[in-house]
């Protein structure tokens, strides 16, 4: 697949896909004979798992770590999934903030339907 494609597809810029490749976040990236990228399916599962994981708000440093214990083998299998498994704490953390969050501006936008409802009530009279 060309570059072109892959950030029609992910909706995410060259400039990103050259970063990500070059801080080796990305890697096996096949070049034709005129020097252009050519992703493969294993590529573009990497791709995919980078978006997902800085979607979910995972550092690139805490990325670069995962992709160098990945690349490092099974021996690493433990270190890997303890980064997962921190990160999904940090998601759900950071759901429940917005959840309560979320819980509070209902509480507000519907006091100020009230008030709204009840100055209407007032000018009708």
Do not use: P
């Amino acid at each position: 697949m060309q570059i072109s494609e892959v950030t029609q597809k992910y909706n995410i810029s060259k400039q990103t896909l050259y970063y990500w490749e070059r801080i080796g976040l990305l890697y096996k990236i096949a070049k034709d004979s005129n020097g252009y990228r050519n992703y493969n399916e294993e590529n573009l599962k990497q791709i995919e798992f980078v978006s997902c994981m800085r979607n979910a708000g995972m550092t690139i440093n805490k990325l670069q770590k995962y992709m160098i214990l990945y690349n490092s083998g099974e021996q690493t299998f433990e270190q890997r999934k303890q980064l997962i498994a921190d990160q999904l704490d940090e998601i759900k953390y950071q759901v429940l903030k917005y959840k309560n969050a979320q819980q509070v501006l209902e509480y507000k936008l519907n006091h100020y339907k009230e008030l709204s409802n009840q100055f209407k009530q007032k000018d009708a009279k």
